[in-house]
C-alpha cells in the first residue's frame, strides 16, 4: 500500500466549476501538507501549505486537512482553462525533511 | 533569480551507456533533491543533500546510479551503465532549510533505447 493515494483522473470540469481534490494518507507522522500544480512538460511548483487541521484560503484556492480521518483535499473555486494541469498533494513528517509525493490528479478545465 | 538549472532538457541515449544529469540549484538553497517522475510510480525521491553532504539516499534503485554535490551550486546524478527501465523525467529540486516551497528544475527527459 502507497503512503499517500490520490486519484490519478482525468477530471474535467467545465469553466467556473469548483474542482474537488483529495488525497488520503496512512501514516499519522505526517504533519505537514502542501499542494503542488504542476503544467505539462514543467516541474511542480507549490501552491499551498498547511501544518494543522482545518482550512486555509489563498484567493481561489482552499485547502483542508482532516488528520483524524488522513484525508487532505484543495478546492479551486471559479475554475479557469488556465488551471488545466496536475494537482500533487505532498506531505512531509517534520519540517525541514523530504517531501512524498502522491501521484497527481490530471485536471481539464473546459472554455 | 534564473530558478533552478537542470541540463540537458532531453537526453536519448543507448543501453548500456553511462549518462550524467547536472543541476544548478538556486543561490543560498541549502537543500537539493533528486526526484524521478514516471506514468506508473509517480514522483520519486531518489536523494537528497544537504549542505553539499547526502543524507538520505534510500531511494537510488540501485548501485548503477550515484549523485554527487561537489560544492553547492552544482550537482550530478550518473546512471552508468543505462538501461531502457531507466527512461525518465528526472527532476532537481532546491529549498531553504526547514522550508516546503522546493522549486523545481523544468527536468531531464532521459530515454534509453
Known amino acids: 500500500q502507497k503512503e499517500v493515494e490520490q486519484d490519478p483522473g482525468p477530471l474535467s470540469v467545465p469553466e467556473g466549476a469548483i474542482v474537488s481534490l483529495n488525497c488520503t494518507y496512512s501514516?499519522?507522522?505526517?504533519?505537514?501538507f502542501m499542494w503542488y500544480r504542476q503544467y505539462s512538460r514543467k516541474g511542480p511548483e507549490l501552491l499551498m501549505y498547511?501544518?494543522?487541521?482545518g482550512n486555509k484560503e489563498d484567493g481561489r484556492f482552499t485547502a483542508q486537512v482532516d488528520k483524524s480521518s488522513k484525508y487532505i483535499s484543495l478546492f479551486i473555486r471559479d475554475s479557469q482553462p488556465s488551471d488545466s494541469a496536475t494537482y500533487l498533494c505532498a506531505l512531509c513528517r517534520a519540517a525541514g525533511n523530504k517531501l512524498t509525493f502522491g501521484g497527481g490528479t490530471r485536471v481539464l478545465v473546459k472554455p | 533569480d534564473a530558478g533552478v538549472i537542470q541540463s540537458p532538457r532531453h537526453e536519448v541515449t543507448e543501453m548500456g551507456q553511462e549518462v550524467t544529469l547536472r543541476c544548478k540549484p538556486i543561490s543560498g538553497h541549502d537543500y537539493l533533491f533528486w526526484y524521478r517522475q514516471t506514468m506508473m510510480r509517480g514522483l520519486e525521491l531518489l536523494i537528497y543533500f544537504n549542505n553539499n553532504v547526502p543524507i538520505d539516499d534510500s531511494g537510488m534503485p540501485e548501485d548503477r546510479f550515484s549523485a554527487k554535490m561537489p560544492n553547492a551550486s552544482f550537482s550530478t546524478l550518473k546512471i552508468q551503465p543505462s538501461e531502457p527501465r531507466d527512461s525518465a523525467v528526472y527532476f532537481c529540486a532546491s529549498s531553504r532549510d526547514r522550508a516546503f516551497a522546493y522549486t523545481f528544475g523544468s527536468g531531464t527527459r532521459l530515454t534509453v533505447v
Open positions: 501514516n499519522s507522522a505526517f504533519q505537514y
Open positions: 498547511t501544518y494543522s487541521s
